[in-house]
């Protein structure tokens, strides 16, 4: 929005010119998201406390967590107001990425919203039933998966890229349509499994969202995509904007959702920040990637598909409490040890999927 202001600025000032290049709005972009975050979290947080919407918790899991009854939840609401004002502000509306990311990330919103509704505000403990999730799940993963290839305009768009490699790419045809939509309800339901800890998912989700804004950078640069031979797809810098937003708005969630955490995202915020990341990761072409520096979400998911397996093939589980962070937790680890371990790991994977930048 900002950007239209700004071209037309410049006509007068050449200095407003400045504001046109994608790093800067890039950075304008966390820092936006970042005092919204700031700005709001308070009130969120006074006001959810006010109409009582707190956490319920499970007797059955670690009893430090009972302490943690009532603390206000469907702060995930805060993510996605930081997230849509600074994309709006600041990058180009006339973007086709931008808005089919944004959109997917609002509308997996809204389908965490209302389980999270259902949960605490009408106090069905149920929630919003799962097929009925999955379903809308499906609707708006499969919209975004057709939209994208429909309006595909290269052959690289909807290409499978094999990291670490120069020149395996699978071409995929209608087949992306399929990847496209595991990918970004996958993606989803793993960052909604591992929203367990304080702060646990938060981190992993701003340092993967970082990532793949580089991925965005280089694959939308003609230069540098050439130079680290990776294909060049025309538009896709822009997401970089998006990114940024996402990164400034976890980071200010993050203030408030440290250990031990004052508000907790909810479905409202896990389910639309594991979407955004997926669609990210479809339109810069880097779905492999993003299994690699998502490693903590897929080892928090099957971990739950092993113990659910295991304990209906031979009644006996595999760890003690799934989803994983649960079992080191029932293991004698304090709740800090492992956040942070798992953000170590995190920065760990994420630093080996950036090397396939390099590494071909």
């Not at 949960?119 to 993963?141: E, F, H, I, N, T």
């Not at 937790?329 to 090397?355: D, M, N, S």
Request: glycine share 10%; net charge positive; aromatic share 12%.
């Amino acid at each position: 929005m900002l950007l239209y202001l700004v071209e037309y600025l410049a006509q007068f000032d050449p200095g407003f010119t400045v504001f046109q290049y994608l790093t800067l709005r890039a950075i304008l972009g966390v820092l936006t998201a970042l005092v919204i975050s700031f700005l709001v979290g308070p009130i969120m947080i006074r006001r959810l406390t006010r109409h009582q919407i707190g956490q319920t918790v499970r007797d059955d899991g670690p009893q430090s967590h009972l302490s943690k009854a009532g603390t206000p939840t469907m702060g995930g609401a805060l993510l996605l107001v930081a997230i849509a004002i600074s994309t709006l502000l600041w990058s180009d509306l006339s973007n086709r990425y931008v808005w089919i990311i944004l959109i997917v990330t609002l509308l997996f919103g809204v389908i965490g919203f209302y389980d999270d509704y259902k949960k605490l505000v009408l106090q069905d403990p149920r929630g919003l039933a799962a097929k009925y999730k999955y379903l809308w799940q499906s609707v708006v993963g499969l919209g975004a998966a057709y939209a994208l290839y429909v309006t595909a305009v290269a052959p690289a768009d909807t290409q499978l890229i094999i990291p670490f490699f120069k020149d395996l790419v699978i071409d995929l045809g209608p087949w992306f349509v399929l990847l496209t939509y595991f990918v970004i309800v996958g993606s989803s339901n793993a960052v909604n499994l591992t929203d367990g800890l304080d702060g646990l998912a938060i981190m992993p989700t701003v340092l993967v969202a970082g990532a793949l804004g580089i991925f965005a950078y280089v694959t939308g640069h003609a230069q540098i995509s050439n130079y680290l031979l990776i294909p060049h797809l025309s538009g896709v810098g822009e997401v970089v904007v998006f990114c940024g937003a996402l990164v400034g708005a976890g980071l200010g969630f993050l203030w408030f959702n440290a250990y031990p955490a004052q508000v907790f995202m909810g479905d409202v915020g896990a389910l639309a920040l594991g979407a955004a990341l997926g669609v990210v990761a479809v339109v810069v072409r880097q779905e492999l990637v993003l299994v690699i520096m998502g490693g903590v979400f897929v080892m928090e998911t099957v971990s739950v598909m092993l113990q659910v397996a295991s304990f209906k093939l031979t009644g006996r589980r595999i760890f003690r409490m799934a989803p994983l962070h649960h079992h080191f937790e029932l293991k004698g680890w304090p709740e800090p040890r492992v956040i942070v371990r798992f953000w170590i790991v995190t920065v760990i994977l994420v630093l080996i999927g950036l090397a396939s930048l390099k590494i071909r």
